[in-house]
């Protein structure tokens, strides 16, 4: 897609071309979409999705980065702001914040410098996007350049104030600071920002945990190992272990923002397709339904197409 093939759409429309022509046109001019990858989440980890992408007609652009890339996070853990729990994004994450200038850098040479774009953060790279919006971009720029943010399982949201977790912040801060300084999607319009949650695997009480298929061999999965990883990431993000819905990582409240931000809860849905190692992911069963897979992708990526 290009440009050029974008104006050819809008004088078709101008026209009023309603041909098969002019939908084959505006679907090959879609807007590209950058991909904010999660935590040690790299490129080729995003392919399948990448691929399904480029089928709709969007050019993708991942964020360029490595396992090691994380690594440049580890002197903040020495910081008095990292035990007083006030770390803030800058210069917290600015390893994230230069992988995101590569990929913008990417889209204005394919396309033209401030080519506008959609934004898709997965798992923690949605709130690593929320704060380089604000923090990098500022408002003016980012809402020049950005047409839709989607957050695909981002926990967004500190656990309840009147769970036993409230005052552990498991960000030291970047979180609370990026809550308190950019809410509703800021400096976006609420409008502009999308969150996407799943509901892939639901915590049932002690017996019924009890009671999970240790593994089924038809799915090539274990529902007991599952509810099992649940149950600790549920505590600990949404201050409650059981009867609790969510994607496998992230309970479905945590991954919502409010405010006139849309939400769209999927059901069946995980919170990803791969396990990150040090060398390449581990690729969970294709029963073992994401965000980014074939079938679960039309229930949310039409609002990069609207």
Partial sequence: PSQQMRRIFRLLALLGATSTLAAAVGATARRPVV??????????DYAPLVSLLEERGHTVFVAPL????????????????????????????????????????AVDKAFGEGESVHV?????????????????LGEERARERIGRVVTLGTPHQPPPVDSLLAKVD????????????????RPLRPEQFVCVAGTGTQTEGPLELLRSTA??????????LERLVALPSYFALGGQAFGVPGDGLIPVETA???????????????????????????????SYLWYGSEEILPQWVHVLES
């Avoid at 593994?215 to 007991?224: I, N």
């Fill in 35 to 44: 991909i904010a990858p999660a935590q040690f989440g790299v490129p080729k």
């Fill in 256 to 286: 919502l923002l409010q405010d006139g931000c849309e939400s769209i809860v999927i059901d069946d849905c995980h919170h990803a397709g791969f396990i990150p190692t040090a060398l390449d992911s581990l690729v969970l069963p294709e």
């Fill in 120 to 136: 898709i953060g997965h798992s923690i790279g949605g709130w690593a996007v929320r704060a380089y919006l604000g923090e990098r």
């Fill in 215 to 224: 593994w089924d061999d038809e799915m090539k999965r274990s529902k007991l």
């Fill in 170 to 185: 498991q960000t030291r801060g970047l979180l609370s600071y990026i809550n308190e300084e950019f809410p509703s999607g």
């Fill in 66 to 105: 490595n396992r090691l890339s994380w690594l440049r996070i580890t002197p903040a853990t020495f910081t008095p702001a990292f035990w007083k729990g006030e770390l803030r994004p800058v210069p917290t994450l600015n390893f994230y914040f230069e992988a995101l200038d590569r990929a913008f850098a």
